[in-house]
């Protein structure tokens, strides 16, 4: 089965302002979200809430032999693949939240 959404660890890798940037466009919508101890949430963002952050961000899209690289930027050279389509969404929209 493939992953359809990004963990809490994933998105306990962000900064703090990064993590105000994710909820400024997940909080009015409604998405899947895990709590430790029901005062903190994090927002589980699915493969199609990733691309629809990303919108016009992505630049290249790559699949070969099943492993996923994706880019938002036009440096192609520091492409990662990796086995989940999940993940590589998850590597462009910390990318993005970078900017």
Known sequence: MFKQHITKEQFMELSDEQKGKLWD????????VASDDRQTIYPLLSIGQMIEFL??????LE???NWWGIKTTEDLQ????????CDALWEAVKEVLEK
């Open 25 to 32: 466009f997940a909080n009015p919508k409604k998405y899947l």
């Open 78 to 85: 520091d492409i990662e693949p990796v086995p989940e389509l």
């Open 55 to 60: 919108g016009i961000n992505i630049i290249y």
């Open 63 to 65: 699949n070969e032999a």
